[in-house]
């Protein structure tokens, strides 16, 4: 194995090691010929040891995986992202891209070191920290990684944007100033509804139930095996009676990318001046008006499909609730109760305790 320093002595007498990768030299405080040669011999076994370790490591690797020394990043990548369908996929895919990842797409795993993911972090953004954890993570369970690149703890903390829902001045302002009927509906019945933007968009006329009131479908997160029934009221009604009664309520939209959608929500928000929304913004805004108005969590999670309470008071935690007074609430929950007798009543009636 070739040495990585090597012995420099300069005009004054005292010797240095020189790197032979970096060309760097660092002093080794003496004039001592041999004292110089012990030094250098200790910082080789240094560097040698691991090195010689990570060689031996390999050799045992490629016993049982050939593929274990010539693996890259991009091959959990590839198969992480394999593994989702639907607007899933589409989102992995494009998080795949991201230019911060270049810098590891063909280092192999086993080559690779704390500095290299830092650097990464460095020049990446939230989404970037997100995608590395879980890609890191695949890794380490697919037993490509035999231990974590970053310890847990050292991993820099996630901090997403400030999100927030829409307030109903801004949604009046927004109703008001589109002409497009369609979408002046669609954000109409975002409002009412709370649905996610790709399952409202594709809702059909086959999905609304005007004898019983109740708009179902099948979700697009999570493969469409979980079902939403939305029980809607006076205002919804009226909305669906402007919509196709046969096909997509949304003919248009029903066709446009997800993505689309959003810019040209982001795009009329930002001529009204109207910033921090999004099309999303619509759920977080239902949820906090469910909660203000004390509407059952289990109802609103199950409207919103959401199966955390974790992640469903996330949308809710902004909700100016207003608690009513004891007395007030007495007064109406009480009447609803059976009425029960106390041991007097019992006694003048003539029923045995």
């Not at 369908?85 to 990842?101: H, L, Q, S």
């Not at 690779?112 to 954890?133: D, I, M, P, S």
């Not at 944007?161 to 302002?173: F, L, P, S, Y």
């Amino acid at each position: 194995m070739k040495q990585r320093f090597i012995l420099y002595r300069r005009n004054n007498g005292k010797y240095y090691a020189e790197d032979t990768v970096t060309r760097k030299q660092t002093s080794l405080k003496t004039r001592d010929e041999a004292e110089a040669l012990t030094l250098l011999h200790s910082k080789n076994e240094a560097f040698r040891q691991p090195v010689l370790n990570l060689q031996i490591a390999r050799t045992y690797l490629s016993a049982t995986d050939g593929n274990a020394a010539k693996r890259t990043w991009q091959t959990p990548m590839d198969e992480m992202t394999a593994t989702k369908t639907g607007v899933t996929k589409e989102r992995y895919e494009r998080a795949m891209r991201d230019d911060a990842f270049d810098s590891i797409r063909k280092l192999p795993i086993l080559e690779t070191h704390a500095e290299h993911f830092l650097k990464v972090l460095r020049n990446g953004t939230v989404c970037t920290n997100l995608y590395l954890r879980r890609i890191h993570n695949f890794a380490l369970d697919m037993d490509w990684l035999p231990k974590p690149i970053l310890p847990k703890k050292q991993w820099p903390k996630i901090n997403f944007k400030e999100k927030r829902g829409i307030t109903w001045e801004e949604q009046q302002t927004i109703l008001a100033r589109e002409r497009n009927i369609e979408r002046r509906l669609f954000y109409a019945l975002a409002w009412h509804l709370g649905a996610a933007q790709t399952d409202l968009a594709q809702l059909k006329a086959e999905d609304v139930n005007l004898q019983e009131r109740v708009i179902s479908y099948f979700r697009k997160k999570g493969r469409g095996r979980s079902i939403a029934k939305l029980h809607f009221g006076d205002q919804v009604e009226k909305i669906l009676q402007d919509l196709p009664s046969s096909g997509p309520l949304f003919p248009y939209l029903s066709r446009v990318r997800a993505g689309d959608r959003a810019t040209e929500f982001k795009q009329r928000c930002v001529g009204l001046g109207i910033i921090g929304i999004t099309l999303h913004s619509y759920r977080y805004a239902w949820a906090e008006r469910a909660m203000a108005a004390g509407y059952p969590e289990r109802f609103a999670m199950e409207n919103l499909g959401h199966n955390s309470k974790a992640v469903h008071r996330a949308y809710a935690r902004k909700a100016q609730v207003q608690l009513p007074s004891l007395e007030e609430y007495e007064k109406k929950i009480i009447p609803l109760r059976p009425r029960k007798f106390d041991q007097g009543e019992h006694q003048q009636k003539g029923i045995g305790v």
